[in-house]
T-cell receptor, first 112, second 115 residues
């Protein structure tokens, strides 16, 4: 069955450093991959989308890579700030379906 | 510009009861999806509504049903509640024209507790 794995343990990093979050998937060939941020008790908020034919996408301090051979996406936050502390979810989709498959999320804590 | 609104924000029910959750999509959006998020888990797709029809359904039993109204708002109904139905129910709106690849705009969710 389709499976998405994200770092199950919380990631603690020092303010100003680069945070790198991983999303690995099996038994699936997504056409695109999205990253969302979720704060406690709130709904997810869209951050970035990357398609299967794109290797890298950037938006301000955020960078996403997508390696369909390794079946992996990396999500980077450069110059991290305490306000970046949240849970980050990856979601996979395909043009033949309307549903998104979400990972369990990685909790990031940026220490001041 | 109003985003996605959901009601109620919190509710408590007992096993066997029925619940109805409501969602108004973001202005201009015509497609509504419902997701269930258990504690510590990622959202799981329940179903999507477009043009008042259920367009796709996830792996959820028939106890979960929905409806979309002409103004694009939507309801999620869950019958014969089980303890395992306790979760955060998220409504997400999008534009059908994005072909299923567009970003989802989520509401803040309805937190359901089944005792």
């Amino acid at each position: 069955s389709q499976k998405i794995e994200q770092n199950s343990e919380a990631l603690n990093i020092q303010e100003g450093k680069t945070a790198t979050l991983t999303c690995n998937y099996t038994n699936y060939s997504p056409a695109y991959l999205q990253w969302y941020r979720q704060d406690p008790g709130r709904g997810p908020v869209f951050l970035l989308l990357i398609r299967e034919n794109e290797k890298e996408k950037r938006k301000e301090r955020l960078k996403v890579t997508f390696d369909t051979t390794l079946k992996q996406s990396l999500f980077h936050i450069t110059a991290s700030q305490p306000a970046d502390s949240a849970t980050y979810l990856c979601a996979l989709g395909h043009s033949g379906t309307y549903k998104y498959i979400f990972g369990t999320g990685t909790r990031l804590k940026v220490l001041a | 510009d109003a985003g996605v609104t959901q009601s109620p924000t919190h509710l408590i029910k007992t096993r066997g009861q029925q619940v109805t959750l409501r969602c108004s999509p973001k202005s201009g959006h015509d497609t509504v999806s419902w997701y269930q998020q258990a504690l510590g888990q990622g959202p799981q797709f329940i179903f999507q509504y477009y043009e008042e029809e259920e367009r796709q359904r996830g792996n959820f039993p028939d106890r979960f049903s929905g409806h979309q109204f002409p103004n694009y708002s939507s309801e999620l109904n869950v019958n014969a509640l089980l303890l395992g139905d306790s979760a955060l129910y998220l409504c997400a709106s999008s534009l059908a024209g994005t072909g299923g690849t567009g970003e989802l705009f989520f509401g803040e969710g309805s937190r359901l507790t089944v005792l």
